[in-house]
């Protein structure tokens, strides 16, 4: 939209040709002239749009925004040779309703009217300049007949050159293009020059020297003057980068607001229901079809719904306030799920144009406390419930900790505090403690031959022996390898030796298949009696030396000693 004062040096018909609106008024802000396009925005005709005010089409609360912006009175002339403003006004018809549409509003030297219909003569690089300066659009023209090229200022701007050390040409021109553009540009340039086709806010990259790239929005026509000698294709570049940025932003946070895995809702101010993402349907089971336009209360809550929640929400709703809480809501299948859920009130001054809500289903941790609570009616039961808990889990951790994975036997780990509160009773009561050490006979051919699955069954089936021969009281421990341990409490020599010598006989007595194959395994014992509380080591090296007189005297046999004070 354009001040009549500029129509002597912009070409109206250049511009509508590139897709633009055009418009022109005197300085009461009477219309001179509107293109077709225009006036079919304004639902008028062309004829119609003479000495029609600008008043007439705009908003009146944009009106005075107008008037005030561009310090402008009714009667009033101006002499400013820059834009005045650029600003955004709704547009009003009799057959439509108000829409956005951005026009530009310029004021510059004086114009007599009836130049207003006439074509210029010629394009010359003052027009040129003119629409770079107060269109804040880049401005190129290529010349067919002569092959050159024409930049304006804001060209260069957009491309990061100046014209005092690059002078543009159509190869050079068309080089700056992002590789993938490159061929749409190229395609509207020779559509341009062969079939005098034109193109419209074409989105294309530039990339400059120092490899920025810059978005714009690119037009261009074919044009011819007068005396059909010389032919032009001219255009325009709109420098979009920023806008493109905030689109990107834009997707990327609407991509985020629909792959959450929060259920988000949208409403409008009556609380129905304008959108809602993915995780919403998978919560609840509603497809966004299924409960557009309604309210979520109506399809959501059930007879286990509590009423002073929704009382709650309500209320909280009802002024303008933000409210978080938990209801219990059903799925479409039936069932039934508890929702934490938040709703805020988007407001526009005092009004409540839309709500937001997330919910997520924790159903699982309400259960879990539910379940909880159950339990806990009292103090007392809080602690021991939590005390048996905390029994459970370290017993797990100890039991993980403590047991070797392959035979269910205590490991090493937990050896010196058993041994440890042997020797106490020991200490306190002269109850002897033994020491039984077991070894695997010939377990390393047994892995050579058959491969370690069977060495593995070989010990499985060993520890299984010795928890089926020892005493209840009995700690049996697998210290790794193929050797064991038996630890005994107020045993004797004769109790120990009658004990090992019946996890012996079982020992050999254990029939292993492999294939059609009958293994039988074998296992030497070491025996120490202590009645005098030796250190750990002692007693195992004792042991041990039993253990190997026990190899040494033709394995499968028991060898003890015994230690009194």
């Keep these: 939209m354009f001040n009549s004062k500029l129509v002597n040096r912009l070409d109206c018909s250049l511009l509508e040709q590139l897709g633009y609106l055009v418009a022109v008024y005197d300085q009461q802000w009477r219309s001179v002239y509107s293109c077709e396009k225009m006036a079919d925005l304004l639902a008028i005709n062309v004829a119609d749009s ?15 925004v107008l008037k005030e912006s561009a310090t402008l009175n009714d009667g ?5 040779k820059l834009p005045l403003l650029d600003i955004k006004l709704r547009i009003r018809s009799t057959t439509k309703e108000l829409s956005n549409n951005t026009f530009y509003i310029f004021s510059s030297e004086i114009l007599t009217i009836d130049s207003v219909t006439k074509k210029l003569p010629e394009i010359n690089e003052s027009v040129i300049l003119d629409v770079d300066k107060h269109l804040k659009l880049g401005y190129w023209r290529y010349a067919i007949n002569n092959n050159s090229l024409l930049w304006s200022e804001g060209i260069y701007q957009i491309h990061g050159l100046s014209p005092d050390n690059f002078t543009p040409t159509l190869d050079s021109a068309l080089s700056f293009y992002h590789e993938d553009d490159l061929p749409i540009i190229k395609s509207l340039v020779n559509d341009a020059i062969a079939k005098k086709k034109s193109w419209h806010a074409v989105t294309l990259r530039i990339v400059t020297p120092d490899g920025g790239v810059r978005w714009v929005l690119s037009s261009g026509c074919f044009y011819q003057l007068a005396d059909n000698k010389d032919s032009f294709i001219c255009g325009v570049f709109e420098d979009v980068t920023e806008q493109q940025r905030v689109s990107s932003e834009h997707n990327f946070l609407v991509t985020a607001l629909k792959e959450t895995s929060v259920g988000m809702v949208v409403a409008d101010h009556d609380k129905n229901v304008i959108w809602v993402n993915k995780s919403f349907e998978r919560i609840t089971g509603y497809s966004l079809i299924e409960v557009a336009g309604n309210k979520l209360g109506n399809i959501l809550q059930g007879e286990g719904t509590d009423p002073e929640v929704v009382e709650e929400i309500s209320e909280f709703l009802q002024k303008g306030m933000a409210i978080k809480t938990r209801i219990k809501n059903y799925h479409k299948s039936g069932r039934s799920y508890w929702n934490e859920l938040s709703i805020t009130p988007i407001t526009k001054g005092s009004k409540v144009d839309y709500y937001f809500a997330v919910q997520n ?3 699982n941790e309400v259960n879990a406390k539910l379940e909880l ?3 806990n009616h009292d ?8 005390t048996i808990e905390l029994k459970i889990i370290n017993q797990k951790l100890s039991e993980q900790a403590n047991i070797d994975p392959l035979t269910g036997l205590l490991n090493r780990r937990p050896l010196n505090g058993y041994i440890a509160e042997a020797q106490i009773a020991l200490n306190d009561g002269n109850q002897p403690l033994s020491y039984i050490l077991i070894d695997i006979d010939d377990f390393k051919n047994l892995n050579d031959k058959f491969g370690h699955s069977v060495g593995d069954l070989a010990l499985e089936k060993v ?4 928890i089926e021969n020892s005493r209840k009281e009995d700690k049996v421990f697998r210290l790794g390898g193929e050797e064991f341990l038996v630890l005994m409490k107020a045993a004797n020599t004769s109790v120990a030796l009658t004990v090992s010598e019946r996890m012996r006989l079982a020992i050999a007595s254990t029939p292993i298949f492999v294939g059609d194959d009958l293994i039988n395994i074998t296992a030497s014992f ?3 009696t202590d009645g005098r509380g030796l250190s750990v080591e002692e007693s195992l090296r004792l042991a041990d030396k039993c253990l190997y007189q026990a190899k040494a005297s ?10 009194n004070p």
């Design 50 to 64: 003479s000495n029609r005010s600008l008043n007439d089409f705009v908003d009146s609360q944009d009106w005075l």
């Design 361 to 363: 289903d924790v159903t």
């Design 463 to 466: 520890a299984e022996a010795l």
């Design 554 to 563: 033709g394995k499968n046999r028991v060898v003890s000693e015994v230690r």
């Design 379 to 386: 103090l007392e039961a809080q602690v021991e419930a939590r």
């Design 526 to 528: 070491g025996v120490l």
């Design 373 to 375: 609570q159950n339990l």
């Design 76 to 80: 009033e002339a101006h002499d400013v």
